[in-house]
């Protein structure tokens, strides 16, 4: 019934598309009570576009407030969306520093949109069919989702839920509630405007001698240098996250690669680049920087595990970013050197058996054994360690520093802060 996920390691496409592992059952005598689900979106357009980009990325009209699937399996729209124009033809800017198609920067694809289609289809099968924990017809009193204020994470849940809640089987639920907070203050992916600590740290991480040795090597140095020469873009960041997301994006819609001057940037180049990047993960989402990364969202998380269990509530959903599962695998002190692709999922099974509540972790289906976190009893953690382990490492506000918890008097959408 289930279908299995190994990260391939070394392949050009592995940041694409999860394959999942076979879904476990855990063993006899335990039963499960509740479940929490983090989710990345689904396959997007890149963040950045740079000087005489090439690409092509479409997108057509699927904004997040119109996706809706009808009995035929097809999507449909309200009487009125949006329709992203890039007319490169007549504006200038469109001209040089503009892809061509319709997608905006960092939009969900409809590819982006059919891997949640497909996940909402898997869950229903392991926590409806399967567990059967989960009732027919939709009931918002037990079935909980929230996204971070992004449209691509938004529009992943909405088509999560074609499938793991279809219209049929709402009845007067037509339309589910998906609980999102300001982007501002976002705790669901790593807030480095809230928490400028992140930067801080980010910048430390940056001048890790392992890091400024491996870049100074020349099989990396000079790939990284290419690939700047030949599309000009410079990240604001010293993560390599920006450079990778700028192909990634390009090899999972076979798009042609980046070329300038007879220099082309290659699939090999490619794999450098992501091999380094994963390599580096290690530093960048290290036991120091995660508890600000994600532990906000740890803390959240876990309240809202807390309030469910003493509750009906038996699914909490997550549509989120591969930088809050990078955040939560470091904190759970597991590996972050992994690939996480698009619509890949972290689930929380919290189980009950003999009066005492136990928590399983999967990857992508895979069963994580977290036995640097907390003492295994069949490949599972008690609540009590796992949360006391986890609330340990929720930091202090206050110790984002002292510009964030100052009261700001606005708010800008580009996050920059002025104070009175």
């Given at each position: 019934?289930?279908?299995?996920?190994?990260?391939?390691?070394?392949?050009?496409s592995?940041?694409?598309?999860?394959?999942?592992?076979?879904?476990?059952?855990?063993?006899?005598g335990?039963?499960?009570?509740?479940?929490?689900?983090?989710?990345?979106?689904?396959?997007?357009?890149?963040?950045?576009?740079?000087?005489?980009?090439?690409?092509?990325?479409?997108?057509?009209?699927?904004?997040?407030s119109?996706i809706?699937?009808?009995?035929?399996?097809?999507?449909?729209?309200t009487?009125?969306?949006k329709?992203?124009?890039?007319?490169k033809?007549?504006?200038?800017?469109?001209?040089?520093?503009?892809?061509?198609?319709?997608?905006?920067?960092?939009?969900?694809t409809?590819?982006?949109?059919?891997?949640?289609?497909?996940?909402?289809?898997?869950?229903?099968?392991?926590?409806?069919?399967?567990?059967?924990?989960?009732?027919?017809?939709?009931?918002?009193?037990?079935?909980?989702?929230?996204?971070?204020?992004?449209?691509?994470?938004?529009?992943?849940?909405?088509?999560?839920?074609?499938?793991f809640?279809p219209l049929?089987?709402?009845?007067?639920?037509?339309?589910?509630?998906?609980?999102?907070?300001?982007?501002?203050?976002?705790?669901?992916?790593?807030?480095?405007?809230?928490?400028?600590?992140?930067?801080e740290?980010?910048?430390?991480i940056?001048?890790?001698?392992?890091?400024?040795?491996?870049?100074?090597?020349?099989?990396?140095?000079?790939?990284?240098?290419?690939?700047?020469?030949?599309t000009?873009?410079?990240?604001?960041?010293s993560?390599?996250?920006?450079?990778?997301?700028?192909?990634?994006?390009?090899?999972?819609?076979?798009?042609?690669l980046?070329?300038?001057?007879?220099?082309?940037?290659?699939?090999?180049?490619?794999?450098?680049?992501?091999?380094?990047?994963?390599?580096?993960?290690?530093?960048?989402?290290?036991?120091?920087?995660?508890?600000?990364?994600?532990?906000?969202?740890?803390?959240?998380?876990?309240n809202?595990?807390?309030?469910?269990?003493?509750s009906?509530?038996?699914y909490?959903?997550?549509?989120?970013?591969?930088?809050?599962?990078?955040?939560?695998?470091?904190?759970?002190?597991?590996?972050?050197?992994?690939?996480?692709?698009?619509?890949?999922?972290?689930?929380?099974?919290?189980?009950?058996?003999?009066?005492?509540?136990?928590?399983?972790?999967?990857?992508?289906?895979?069963?994580?054994?977290?036995?640097?976190?907390?003492?295994?009893?069949?490949?599972?953690?008690?609540?009590?360690?796992?949360?006391?382990?986890?609330?340990?490492?929720?930091?202090?506000?206050?110790?984002?520093?002292?510009?964030?918890?100052?009261k700001?008097?606005?708010?800008?959408?580009?996050?920059?802060?002025?104070?009175?």
């Open positions: 019934m289930f279908i299995l996920v190994l990260f391939i390691c070394l392949s050009y592995q940041l694409c598309t999860p394959i999942r592992a076979q879904y476990k059952d855990v063993v006899n335990y039963t499960l009570k509740y479940v929490q689900a983090i989710a990345r979106h689904g396959d997007r357009a890149p963040g950045d576009s740079f000087y005489g980009d090439n690409g092509e990325f479409y997108c057509d009209t699927l904004e997040e119109h809706y699937m009808n009995n035929g399996n097809k999507v449909s729209h009487a009125s969306s329709a992203t124009v890039i007319d033809k007549n504006n200038p800017f469109a001209e040089n520093y503009m892809w061509k198609g319709s997608c905006e920067p960092g939009q969900l409809p590819e982006g949109i059919t891997m949640h289609y497909q996940l909402g289809k898997h869950f229903d099968e392991i926590y409806r069919q399967h567990h059967q924990l989960l009732p027919t017809y939709f009931d918002p009193s037990i079935v909980k989702i929230r996204a971070s204020a992004k449209v691509r994470t938004l529009q992943s849940a909405q088509a999560f839920l074609q499938t809640y049929e089987r709402r009845k007067s639920v037509v339309d589910i509630e998906i609980k999102t907070r300001p982007y501002e203050i976002e705790t669901l992916k790593p807030n480095r405007n809230c928490c400028p600590k992140i930067n740290l980010e910048e430390k940056a001048t890790n001698e392992d890091i400024v040795k491996r870049r100074e090597e020349p099989t990396f140095k000079n790939v990284f240098n290419k690939l700047k020469r030949i000009g873009f410079q990240s604001g960041s993560y390599l996250y920006d450079y990778v997301d700028l192909i990634t994006a390009r090899i999972c819609h076979n798009v042609t980046p070329c300038k001057d007879n220099e082309c940037f290659t699939e090999d180049d490619y794999k450098i680049l992501v091999n380094e990047y994963l390599y580096e993960n290690k530093y960048f989402f290290n036991n120091e920087i995660a508890p600000y990364q994600l532990g906000f969202f740890i803390d959240e998380m876990l809202d595990a807390d309030d469910a269990l003493k009906n509530i038996v909490q959903h997550y549509s989120a970013h591969d930088t809050s599962i990078y955040g939560i695998l470091s904190l759970l002190e597991y590996d972050t050197q992994i690939a996480i692709p698009y619509a890949s999922t972290i689930v929380f099974e919290y189980y009950t058996k003999d009066n005492q509540i136990f928590v399983r972790t999967l990857l992508n289906d895979e069963v994580l054994k977290l036995d640097k976190l907390c003492t295994l009893t069949d490949d599972m953690c008690s609540l009590t360690e796992f949360e006391s382990k986890l609330r340990a490492k929720v930091p202090q506000y206050s110790s984002c520093n002292d510009v964030a918890i100052k700001p008097r606005i708010i800008s959408r580009k996050g920059w802060f002025t104070y009175n």
